[in-house]
C-alpha cells in the first residue's frame, strides 16, 4: 500500500521540522530518564518542584519548548496518519481546524500553568 504524506513528503520543512522535534524531545526525556534512574529519587522531585527551579529563565524557557515542540510533533503526526488513511476534502479541512484550534489550546493552556509554577 502506498503511503500518501501529501503534506509530509521527504525533505519537506514539515518532514524536517518532524525530525527536529523528535530528536529534542528524545534528548529531554533522556536528560529526564537520567535524572530519574541515576539521581535519587527524593532529590529529582525536589529539584524539580522547586519554586525556585521554575523561575530560572533556562529551565522556564526549556519546559515552554518542549511544550510547543511536543504538540507540534503530536499534533503533526495525527493530522499526517488522518491523511495517510485517506481522508480528503472537507474531512481533511476539518481535522486541521480541529487540530489547529486543540493545539493552540493546549500551548495556550502550558504556559499558563508554567507561568503559575514560576510565580509569573
Do not use: P
Request: no cysteine.
Amino acid at each position: 500500500m502506498a503511503e500518501r504524506y501529501s503534506s509530509f513528503s521527504s525533505g519537506s520543512t514539515t518532514w524536517l521540522l518532524q525530525r527536529v522535534t523528535a530528536a529534542f524531545l528524545v534528548v529531554v526525556l533522556a536528560f529526564h530518564f537520567f535524572l530519574l534512574h541515576f539521581v535519587h529519587h527524593a532529590y529529582e522531585i525536589e529539584f524539580l518542584g522547586s519554586q525556585a527551579r521554575m523561575q530560572d529563565l533556562g529551565y522556564y524557557v526549556t519546559m515552554i519548548l518542549f511544550l510547543v515542540t511536543a504538540t507540534f510533533h503530536g499534533v503533526n503526526g495525527v493530522y499526517n496518519a488522518l491523511v495517510n488513511q485517506g481522508i480528503d476534502g472537507k474531512a481533511k479541512r476539518a481535522a486541521q481546524i480541529v487540530l489547529g484550534v486543540a493545539s493552540i489550546l493546549l500551548v495556550v493552556q502550558g504556559v499558563r500553568v508554567a507561568n503559575a509554577l514560576a510565580g509569573f
